[in-house]
């Protein structure tokens, strides 16, 4: 007991230090959490047709990942789609998050998972890009991410990063109440958590997650009806890529981070890239 007392004198007198803008440590935060520069694959000589760019966890080069302002300036800037990352609280309430831990963006102790809704919302974001310009910002619900879409061109894509499987429906629900069903993508590295949305609904479309593109992989997705897969860039070679292009299977690869690589891709015949640094 006494030692939890001390920690909690301790934050509360290094707080107003590390949050006041003329300290030092606030200003070096501020100098390793500076918006980095996006780079329009329009200026591109080589492609020609349209590729489809997915925001990865928002436009995170601009604000802090997996905010509501990260996800509308990706309705701004007109991606293809926007990808999120959402876990539930100790009170099963979806919140977008992909850290497991709480203090990679808000400096708490403790788990998302093991941390109720009211205690996670009171939390602000003290790290991500342009931080500082959003005082106040608070973790979104998954319910305010899918606002974000209603009425625009730019797709929800929602990753189910928990392990839960009976909570999946509302996830679907969600979907729905926003009138969303026909825009949205739900995505999971977890193959048994993509058979139990498609039991719940037959057209919704799915993303398969996965690194290297294997044909196990391949035949996964396809057995599931509507699934494309979705692969890490970085594991995969242009053997691989082909692979899953040629048997008909939906492909995109994560995360493209320059124009030439996009280009590359492009020559392979991807049309579908998850990106941090590039815009359409």
């Known amino acids: 007991m006494f030692m939890k007392w001390i920690n909690r004198l301790i934050t509360v007198a290094l707080v107003p230090i590390l949050m006041n803008p003329a300290s030092p440590v606030f200003l070096l935060r501020q100098a390793l959490n500076q918006p980095k520069e996006l780079y329009s694959i329009a200026d591109s000589a080589v492609i ?32 293809y789609s926007a990808e999120c990352d959402i876990k539930l609280t100790s009170d099963n309430q979806w919140v977008l998050a992909h850290d497991s831990l709480l203090g990679t963006r808000f400096w708490q102790k403790g788990l998302v998972s093991r941390t109720d809704f009211d205690s996670i919302r009171s939390y602000t974001y003290k790290n991500g890009a342009n931080f500082w310009l959003y005082p106040d910002l608070r973790i979104p619900t998954l319910d305010e991410f899918l606002d974000v879409f209603v009425g625009s061109k730019t797709r929800p894509q929602i990753e189910i990063k928990t392990s839960d499987y009976d909570m999946l429906y509302t996830v679907i629900d969600a979907v729905r109440a926003k009138g969303l069903a026909k ?25 398969y997650l996965c690194y290297g ?68």
């Not at 897969?229 to 994560?254: H, Y």
């Not at 590359?264 to 941090?276: F, H, S, V």
Request: glycine share 4%; hydrophobic share 40%.
């Open 48 to 79: 020609e047709e349209e590729m489809h760019i997915t925001a990865h966890r928002g436009v995170n080069a601009e604000a802090p990942e997996n905010t509501l302002p990260a996800y509308q300036k990706a309705v701004e800037y007109g991606y």
């Open 183 to 207: 825009q949205a993508i739900i995505i999971s590295f977890d193959l048994k958590q993509l058979q139990i949305l498609r039991e719940y609904d037959a057209d919704i479309e799915l993303w």
């Open 213 to 280: 593109i294997t044909q196990k992989k391949i035949d996964e997705a396809k057995s599931l009806g509507n699934c494309w897969l979705s692969a890490d860039f970085a594991t995969n070679t242009e053997k691989s890529i082909s692979r899953a292009l040629s048997q008909g299977v939906g492909l995109s690869v994560w995360t493209v981070d320059s124009v030439k690589d996009a280009e590359r891709m492009y020559k392979l015949g991807m049309r579908y890239i998850e990106t941090d640094r590039l815009r359409p």
